[in-house]
Each structure stands twice: as C-alpha cells, then as structure tokens.
C-alpha cells in the first residue's frame, strides 16, 4: 500500500517545481517515491481551450494509469496534477460527464494529501504546450476550487502570499502524516 499525495491547481502555478523539491528533500530522508509527471504534455489531442471530451478522457484515463503503476512500485507516490484537476479542464470542455463522475468520486479516495497549489501572478511563461490566456487560467482555477467545495475535499491550501515557505510547508505537512519512525526517534 502506498502514500499518495497530489499537486493540484491550474497550469503554471509551480506544481511541477514544488513536486520535484519535495522529491529531492524526501529522497534525501531515504524514501523510496516515484514522481507521476503531468500526462498532459503526452497527449496525442488539442489542449487548452481547444480540447475535447476525447482529449481529456484520454488524460484522464493515462494519469490513474500512471497513478497505478507507481503505486504498485513504490510506496510514496508524488502527482503532478490529480484527477481532480483533469476533471476540471474536462468539465470547462465539455460540461459534467455522468459517467466520469463516478471514476472521479472513487479516485479521489486513492490521494492521502491534496495540496492546493494557488495563482499567485497573472504572468504565464510560455512552455509550448499550456494556454497563456489568464482569463482560461483563471477559470480552471475557478472550477477546481468549486470542486473542492462541492465535493467538501480535505486539502493544503498554501497560502499565495508565503511562496517562499511552500515547499516547507509542505514538507512538514508531509513528514507529520507519514511519521516515520526514525523521525519519532530523533525528536526523543
């Protein structure tokens, strides 16, 4: 069985840099994790506001996939993105999907940490592959946040004014669930 915890928020907000410090710090503790990328920068379909229901089932569909596979290797797992944030985008697609909803209302039970990672500057840098429209940008923001509330989601909301002390927080948020042993030895 693993420890799952999951990035969300929309694009560019520093979920991938945060991933990877917390990696890197966990790592040098002695955890065993696997880091699941963004399946997105994978998919073979049209992103951003030209994305289809087809698109973001297939994104959908890859990352608990990925999701799984770490999952049977290792036993933290780290998520650049949830299907949370997935069903997001897919909902500003293509509305509310019946069917979907009730894959996303039982993964959602697989993550042990959602933190919610918010916007903190309307700037986006161009990486080739997100939409740089602020106004896209913020409504998927929008959305995630509506359901978080909708769905009463236990999360780490870190705050937008401490950027600084995120990957901290996170960290010490992190270890305090986790508690491992040796941990509990060295505070004795």
């Known amino acids: 069985m693993s420890f799952k915890i999951a990035f969300i928020g929309s694009h ?3 979920k991938t840099t945060l991933v ?9 503790r002695d955890f065993s994790l696997e880091v699941v990328v963004e399946v997105a920068r994978r998919c073979p379909l049209p992103l951003n506001q030209e994305t289809s229901l087809a698109a973001q089932s297939w994104i959908l569909h890859t990352q608990i996939a990925d999701e799984l596979a770490a999952a049977a290797r290792y036993p ?3 998520c650049d993105r949830s299907v949370l944030d997935n069903y997001a985008y897919l909902l500003l697609a293509s509305g509310p999907r019946r069917e979907v909803e009730t894959l996303i209302e039982c993964w959602l039970d697989t993550y042990d940490l959602l933190v919610h990672v918010p916007i903190v500057s309307d700037d986006v840098l161009p990486d080739g592959v997100r939409s740089t429209d602020r106004g896209f940008r913020q409504a998927v923001e929008r959305r995630l946040q509506d359901e978080l509330s909708r769905r009463r989601l236990e999360h780490l909301r870190l705050d937008s004014e401490g950027r600084d002390a995120w990957l901290d927080q996170v960290e010490a948020e992190v270890l305090q669930r986790l508690n491992p042993a040796q941990l509990r030895l060295l505070g004795e």
């Open 20 to 28: 990877y410090g917390l990696a890197a710090r966990l790592k040098a």
């Open 76 to 78: 933290l797992v780290l």
């Open 12 to 14: 560019g907000v520093g």
